[in-house]
């Protein structure tokens, strides 16, 4: 009995000083996160008019839907971009960043530098350099891809199609997915780290024993490293698509932020939240993809 209660003693202090650290975080959430959230919700079912003493909110219900999506010409233009640059950045992010954590897994000289160097665009994205880096010359890099940024237009990828003489759907997907592949290779830094950490977890002992059975290294990454990365791909995913659907270069994310600066608070709010919940059910049927086939699976 004093044993019990003396475990339990040291569990329920544990408790307090666990809630005693994250207060500060709860408190964040709430006021920074929360709070703003339902102020947005409560924003795209009003009008909202700016006044010298403050904010008068008027509840029209779904008027702000209704204009977005049947009387604004351009909302349909920039959510279809957006969806599309979604769909096509997911795949090649997750294949390119797992692609290169298993390059920078191997022992070779100079691994740390490349492993550092590949993390680096995660820091100076977050900072004040990329802005320096974007207001440093006569054009508004700022409104531009990493990709034209910093080629400057020197590799024409429409020559380079027409070259292979490769049309159709194909084709603009490889214009595109070349066009921005400074771009994906920007947005792999924490993926990469993820990947990384989930390959070193991985026993060694499982590819002794496929180098004793004769298991090429196809077989071992089919049959042994994908299934073991299974749960931090899904990770990965998850994070990409956040990252993705809330990136400052999407289409939608930029206009309407454009918008805001106008004081246009009510239709920009029925825009994001009508463009967060169709990401949000491509999220939900992808991760159920993902249970459903192959998680089910390798477990």
Known sequence: MKRTKKNRGIRELKSRYGYLFTTHWIFGI???????????????FSKIEIIGGGVNIHLVGLE???????????????????LTSYLYS??????LSM???????????????FRALYFL???????????????????????????????????????????????????NYITVTISKIFDLVWSCG?????????????????FEASRVEGATKWEEFW???????????????????V?????????????????????NYDETSAMMWFYFLICGAIMAFLIFLYNRFLMKRWE
């Open 190 to 206: 924490i993926q990469i780290v993820l990947f990384l950490a989930g390959l070193q977890s991985v026993p060694a002992t499982l």
């Open 121 to 171: 665009p995660v820091i100076i994205s977050t900072g004040a350099v990329m802005n320096l880096i974007f207001t440093t010359t006569g054009t508004d890099m700022a409104n531009m891809g990493v990709s034209e940024a910093y080629s400057a237009n020197m590799v024409s990828v429409d020559d380079i199609v027409n070259l292979l003489d490769i049309q159709g759907e194909v084709a």
């Open 90 to 95: 997911l795949p090649l992010i997750i294949l």
């Open 30 to 44: 709430v006021v920074f996160f929360a709070l703003p959230l339902v102020q947005s919700i409560i924003f795209s």
């Open 64 to 82: 702000n839907y209704k204009q977005i999506l049947f009387s604004d010409p351009d909302y349909e233009t920039w959510i279809s971009g957006s």
């Open 243 to 263: 990252e993705l659907i809330t990136s400052e270069r999407t289409t939608l994310i930029k206009r309407v932020y454009a918008m805001m600066r106008t004081g």
């Open 99 to 113: 692609a290169l954590a298993l390059i920078l897994n191997q022992k070779f000289k100079g691994r740390l530098f």
């Open 223 to 241: 049959f042994i490293t994908f299934p073991m990365l299974s749960r931090v791909t899904l990770l990965v995913a998850v994070f990409t698509m």
